[in-house]
């Protein structure tokens, strides 16, 4: 219905994502996720890589299939109805390939990249600690020189595919009080057998299955050809993975939602009260009607920042527009499944019907990849910048004048402008 955004590869690969998706997961595997069960599917990320389906935006030369946002947004709508754990392990390697393809070397590409988009290493990103996840540059694990080496000590919290992962893509600090913060962080590649401790600690609400624990290092040793980039390149490298870090929570849950619609649309079919179908009452259709636009305008915006990348726009617009679709996106998503639950009634806050699991997935991906709070921080930060520079232009109508009374002297400011 939306090839049209598409091109041809896309499709193909939208498709082959799709007929996976049907074929290749059993039921099974999702119910015992969310049961707590099985703590990390490395069957599934093996079986996704067998197919050349993971990476896809990565050089063919490392596993990937050098495709653009687009065709990634389109297969993540796809795995979305498998839930948010599936999403997130399908999208690690583009989250954790992103650093390693833009900033690594090649020895780092042969030895960690290329293995996890054939599925033979998984990876796993680890930002957040005890301490915060929105704050990146109040980051505490220190990584301090031994010889050419570092040792890193601190934890790491939320990780998913702590359980799971043979290496995590690890941001410590590395400057002392007087670097500057957007300097004093470095990204290392830390390998798990070489003493990280995992904890799979919570009982999450949703999105179970993933192996979401806590790291402990304790002078964990990592050669200096894992850090990735240069020492202190820490915040410029978190700035570019912010993008498949966004650009995947957005686009996973434009199939979740989906999912929720579908099965509310058809439920309303079906099910009479006062002798009729209740999608004809038009309380029930609407809903349906408003879910069906949200989807849809989710959907757009999620596209035109896959365009925006895909293009090669200027990073202050591609970082509102991603950070516009990651909100949107999420928030709208939850409004959907919220009205799917209301569509079908009682029966919808059941295990009968999935949408009860896939309101609890949904709860997270406001707060994950940055909150809602931290994407309004983005999208005025760059709008108020942009206006600035817009204006400064000056060749723009003055809109200003266009008010029917013009009086400028009524247009007050500060107290300082009264004193005048
Ligand atoms: C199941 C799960 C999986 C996760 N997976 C990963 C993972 O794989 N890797 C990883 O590194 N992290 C992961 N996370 C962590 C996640 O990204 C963080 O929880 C998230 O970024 C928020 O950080 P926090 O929990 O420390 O909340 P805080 O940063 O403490 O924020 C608390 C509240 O304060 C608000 N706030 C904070 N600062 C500001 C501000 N400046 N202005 C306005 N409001 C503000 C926030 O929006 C939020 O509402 C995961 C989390 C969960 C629950």
Not at 31 to 51: G, H
Not at 193 to 208: A, H, N, Q, S
Not at 268 to 287: C, D, L, M, P, W
Request: aromatic share 8%.
């Amino acid at each position: 219905m939306y090839d049209f955004l598409l091109s041809p590869k896309d499709i193909e690969i939208r498709n082959k994502v799709k007929k996976f998706v049907k074929e290749r997961v059993p039921a099974d595997l999702l119910k015992k996720m969310d049961r707590d069960e099985i703590q990390y599917p490395r069957e599934y990320v093996v079986n996704l890589a067998k197919e050349n389906l993971i990476g896809l935006r990565f050089p063919p030369k490392w596993g990937g299939q050098g495709l653009g946002w687009t065709a990634e947004v389109a297969a993540l709508e796809e795995i979305g109805p498998l839930g948010m754990s599936l999403g997130c392990l399908y999208s690690l390697p583009s989250i954790c390939g992103e650093a390693l393809n833009v900033f690594g070397n090649d020895d780092q590409k042969t030895r960690f990249l290329k293995p996890t988009l054939e599925g033979k290493k998984f990876t796993a990103e680890a930002l957040t600690e005890p301490r915060g996840g929105s704050d990146f540059f109040g980051a505490t694990t220190k990584a301090v020189k031994d010889g050419t080496d570092f040792l890193l000590t601190g934890q790491k919290r939320f990780v998913v595919g702590a359980e799971g992962a043979d290496y995590f893509i690890l941001y410590a600090r590395t400057g002392d009080t007087s670097t500057p913060s957007k300097d004093a962080i470095t990204l290392f590649i830390v390998d798990k057998d070489k003493g990280v401790e995992t904890k799979y600690l919570y009982k999450l609400l949703g999105t179970r299955g993933g192996g979401a624990g806590r790291l402990m290092l304790n002078k964990v040793r990592v050669p200096k050809e894992n850090v990735i980039g240069k020492v202190g390149d820490g915040g410029k490298i978190f700035y570019q993975m912010m993008i498949p870090e966004r650009m995947t929570s957005a686009a996973g849950i434009l199939g979740g939602a989906r999912a929720a619609l579908d099965v509310a649309a058809e439920y309303s079919t079906k099910r009479k009260q006062f002798g009729q179908h209740i999608n004809e009452f038009q309380a029930v259709s609407f809903k349906i009607a408003d879910s069906i636009m949200l989807l849809d305008a989710a959907r757009a915006i999620v596209y035109m920042a896959a365009r925006a990348i895909d293009t090669g726009q200027p990073g202050s617009i591609c970082r509102r527009l991603v950070s516009e679709a990651k909100r949107f996106s999420t928030e709208k998503a939850w409004d959907i499944v919220n009205m799917a639950m209301q569509v079908t009634g009682g029966i919808g806050y059941t295990q009968v019907y999935p949408i009860e699991k896939i309101l609890r997935d949904a709860r997270l991906s406001m707060i994950w990849t940055g909150t809602s709070e931290i994407m309004n921080l983005i999208i005025q930060h760059e709008f108020y910048k942009e206006l600035g520079e817009r204006k400064a232009k000056k060749d723009e109508r003055d809109i200003e004048k266009d008010a029917l009374e013009d009086a400028n002297e009524e247009k007050v400011f500060d107290d300082d402008m009264l004193l005048k």
